[in-house]
């Protein structure tokens, strides 16, 4: 029935089409019915119990959790519109403005910086695949999950790890940095975390690149949960290798990653003795594709053509409304949140406000409430997410983003509205303390 | 200025927020000027040039080379979605429906599918990344650039390459895998592409799974160009692994890549010795996401929540088609560009049509034609792409593309009528011998 109906299709366009074309119509049947024989024999496995005829729909929320956040409306208008080929000229000019503006938000004068085909997950695997070639000691700042997926990517990698710990909700030194690099004079890398999403803290920057640099290691950072949120400058801070994802302070849709390389970190790049594992990460290639020798841009895989689009869209509204006022947006609005918490009665996980995250929050549950009723009764009744701990603060806090369009005091007057309904509800003698 | 202006925006917001919180708004003032007055310090890069404050505009294009086609007009709608959480139940059953959609699109009872966050290359890349062990042997056929792309990927996750070639357009036969299997029983995958797109064919695969089987090997098949647009079935075919990707014949923007692993290929990964070096592609960690056992949804790596929007729009649309349906149209469409291209005297680069990739046609370039000439004369005059060769067929054949949303009459019809119409203006002699 349904190849019939597809005949029929054919040869009422053959009546509208130009006449010269007329004979191939007639003459396009008979091979594709020869062919269509065997179709039935090999589609043995029965469609899906439910056909999704409509189109999807889904619930439009809050989400103020440590990421995804909410994508701005205008980038998801981005995000559909049509394709282009990922090595179109249209294309390659939105590649080398998402550049231009990648730099903007990086604050840095490098060349190498691109968005790599994936989510900030990716980014970091793409630093580390390229970076850290087997044998090299890197230290690694474990104050959270993010130093743990550092040191379990560098071993898969086969690098060597030095671990450098601090328990969660604190960040370390510059002397705690010059310290390893003084015990351990072959690390080649250091690699904090910027914003430890897992525990909220905030690592001060000051003075690491230039310690790491008198040391001849290369500065390596996580700013996944800060790049266009939280006060940064890649050339200042000596950074060498950094990486963010677009979900979060961005607010885009996952999957085209800010990746800032410096030329020192090329340099060591090209004197790698081996090709890294991985091809579809590899920065050289990859380099090829966006344009780092003004070489002839060459395929080296299907760019994410509409997660660039929206990466793109992100970072104009970030360029128009200037780095320093929407890193004092996101301060004005997470210190809104902190004294709305603490007013409350709530205690902030990391003590001291300098090392304090702004993007996400981590609260302590207090005692005798279960973290997951009330962050339920906020989802159920408010479609507003917030998300419990990771890692060493798993059950024990809320976390709680504020981050790229979230960032604004209605949103956050309206979390702090909802968490406080939902304590009342669901936080026991807690609650009755306030009381 | 800007700082300012935030400040009142602020104040605004306070005047309607709850009477409550109101304290809140005051309070959140000092500690935010205080943290701000080193923001102009760390700004020290100006905006770029051109500032985008007009939303992103592309044109619309038909897009008929190798990929990614044209997108379905309901796929881009629900790429942009509202964002959910990548652990959200709303998001983990749209998960599911995609699991259960591709176990159709791939025709298998496996239980092992799922979407790689990247595109079609990246689910190659995990594919290698997890099935192929340090030492492992793989026969990798070798007629195009996917042969020789695969070649690479396996050396550097160092397995070992046994390389069978054929001349570009030429495909393997069931004797010319036994033949190597024969000779070295070491081999524990065998690699080959139904769709080499770089050439235009079509590999049979009738028999090879048994042989593969026989020989105790993996049977290993790239569907990129072929998934959804041409007859395949996964359990009858005896293929264990095979990835493609959702820009060619499903019309969905790159960056949700369908995978599939048969149980077999499932004990091979349970046994390797050592993790994959790649934490992102880690398909042991992946199904744990995917819910490959049960197990509750556990936090991988941020989901690409729009891509799987997507790909669920593009797959639920080739379910309600029906595959075999789907691959009649593919196949229909396929023959009236043929017919209409040997109708103009051009000549097929794939001479045997039971091998002729329906997705991909390659056409040889006739003795004395520029095939940019043409190809910008199309792109320029009617916003349709073709694109040239790629490896062993670059600069002899032009590559058009017949996928997904294009696999239409009326498209065939318009992408003829353009291609005969620029053949006229750049086909020198040939144009002239046509007359």
């Known amino acids: 029935m349904a190849r019939a109906r597809w005949r029929s299709t054919t040869a009422a366009a053959c009546a509208t089409c130009a006449a010269a074309l007329l004979l191939l119509c007639i003459g396009g049947f008979s091979r594709a019915d020869a062919a269509g024989d ?16 409509e189109p999807l729909a889904v619930p439009s929320k809050t989400l103020m959790g440590p990421g995804p956040s909410t994508a701005h409306p205008r980038v998801l208008e981005a995000a ?11 294309f390659v000019k939105i590649m080398g403005e998402v550049q231009e503006q990648l730099r903007y938000a990086f604050q840095t ?4 910086v691109l968005a790599v085909s994936g989510t900030g997950h990716a980014a970091m695997e793409a630093a580390v695949a390229n970076f850290v070639e087997p044998g090299d000691v890197v230290l690694v700042g474990v104050n959270g999950i993010w130093g743990e997926r550092m040191s379990d990517l560098v071993e898969r990698y086969m690098g060597v790890v030095v671990r450098m710990e601090k328990e969660g909700g604190k960040v370390f030194s510059g002397e705690d940095v010059e310290r390893e690099l003084t015990k351990e004079p072959k690390i080649k890398l250091v690699f904090l975390t ?16 230039s310690i790491c640099k008198k040391h001849g290691a290369l500065f390596f950072l996580d700013t996944v949960c800060t790049l266009g949120c939280v006060p940064f400058n890649v050339d200042k801070h000596g950074v060498d290798i950094t990486y963010s994802g677009s979900q979060k302070c961005l ?3 996952p999957g085209a990653s800010p990746l800032m390389v410096s ?22 290639l990859l380099g090829e594709y966006w344009g780092f020798k003004d070489n002839p841009r060459w395929y080296h895989h299907t760019g994410m053509v509409s997660n660039v689009y929206a990466l793109r869209e992100a970072l104009s509204i970030l360029q128009d409304e200037g780095l320093g006022e929407a890193w004092a947006r ?12 603490e007013r409350m009665g709530l205690e902030l996980f990391v003590e001291d406000v300098n090392e304090r995250l702004p993007t996400v929050t981590t609260v302590k549950v207090p005692e005798g409430v279960d973290w997951k009723d009330v962050a339920s009764h906020m989802m159920r009744k408010h479609k507003i997410e917030i998300s419990g701990g990771l890692g060493p603060t798993a059950g024990k806090v809320w976390r709680i983003g504020i981050m790229g369009y979230n960032a604004a005091p209605q949103t956050v007057n309206r979390l702090l509205h909802a968490l406080k309904e939902a304590l009342d509800l669901y936080g026991g003698s807690f609650a009755k303390k306030e009381l």
Do not use: C
Request: hydrophobic share 30%.
């Open 330 to 341: 996101h301060r004005e609005a997470a210190e809104r949140l902190w004294d709305g918490l």
């Open 263 to 284: 030329s020192a970190a090329m340099d060591k790049l090209q004197s790698r003795k081996t090709k890294p594992f991985t091809y579809y990460f590899d920065i050289n």
């Open 251 to 253: 607010g885009a849709p």
């Open 194 to 209: 910027h914003g430890e999403s897992s525990t909220g803290t905030l690592q001060p920057l000051e003075g690491i690149g």
């Open 80 to 90: 559909r519109l049509p394709l282009l080929g990922h090595l179109h000229g249209e």
């Open 38 to 53: 065997s179709y039935s024999d090999l589609v043995t496995q029965a469609k899906p119990s439910h056909v999704h005829t």
């Open 109 to 112: 004068q490098s060349r190498y």
